[in-house]
């Protein structure tokens, strides 16, 4: 099956930091999804970007399939940010089903 | 509009006990997938359905568990008899089945087997 590997595992932030979240993928892909697990589990849908870069506010995400990676993006973070962030992808020619990256944890400090 | 719905939100139950979790999927989605969420395993597909029909199981642990979907609008997975290993959160999604086929994920079942 498809690996999907996620770095770092864990990242701490100042308030109003900025980093990037990275996902790598190792075969060709008909769907990428990024999703934020809030601390109460909840898992927000944040982009669906097979490819191209996309933005909502203070998060951007970019996708080079040819590549096989993508990178999530979050500006000016904020304590509310916090939680794990998870890449998952939809391999060709595998059906419509995600496979997750194992992901990052955040933790915003104030 | 309403969100994927899962009920119940939270079960506990004891071992060797029969164990039913529901999920009504966005109106006008057509495939509908069961999730598992552990520490150990992370985030892993049980089996999914399109048009009501099951295409991939191979995600299921062994023949304690099953799901159905006998309409475009309900679906259950059912684990008979339960274990403690199964203690996990249980996530069910849906999505278009062609084109712009996003998953939108429920709020998930935690479920605990004592």
């Known amino acids: 099956g498809i690996q999907v590997e996620q770095s770092p595992p864990d990242l701490i932030l100042q308030e109003g930091a900025n980093s990037t979240l990275r996902c790598n993928f190792s075969d060709s892909v008909n769907n990428l999804q990024w999703f934020h697990q809030n601390p109460w589990g909840q898992l927000i849908n944040l982009f669906y970007?097979?490819?191209g870069t996309k933005q909502n506010g203070r998060l951007s995400a970019t996708t080079v399939a040819t590549e096989r990676y993508s990178l999530l993006y979050i500006s000016s973070s904020q304590t509310t940010d916090s939680g794990v962030y998870f890449c998952a992808v939809e391999r060709q020619a595998a059906g419509n089903k995600l496979t997750f990256g194992g992901g990052t944890r955040v933790l915003v400090k104030p | 509009d309403a969100g994927v719905i899962q009920s119940p939100r939270h079960e506990v139950t004891e071992m060797g006990q029969e164990v039913t979790l529901r999920c009504k999927p966005i109106s006008g989605h057509n495939s509908l997938f069961w999730y598992r969420q552990t520490m150990m395993r992370g985030l892993e597909l049980l089996i999914y359905?399109?048009?009501?029909?099951?295409?991939?199981d191979s995600g299921m642990p062994e023949d304690r568990f099953s799901a159905k979907m006998p309409n475009a609008s309900f679906s259950t997975l059912k684990i008979q008899p339960s274990e403690p290993r199964d203690s996990a959160v249980y996530f069910c999604a849906s999505s278009l089945l062609r084109g712009y086929n996003e998953q939108f994920f429920g709020p998930g079942t935690r479920l605990t087997v004592l």
């Open positions: 970007i097979p490819s």
């Open positions: 359905f399109n048009n009501n029909v099951p295409i991939d």
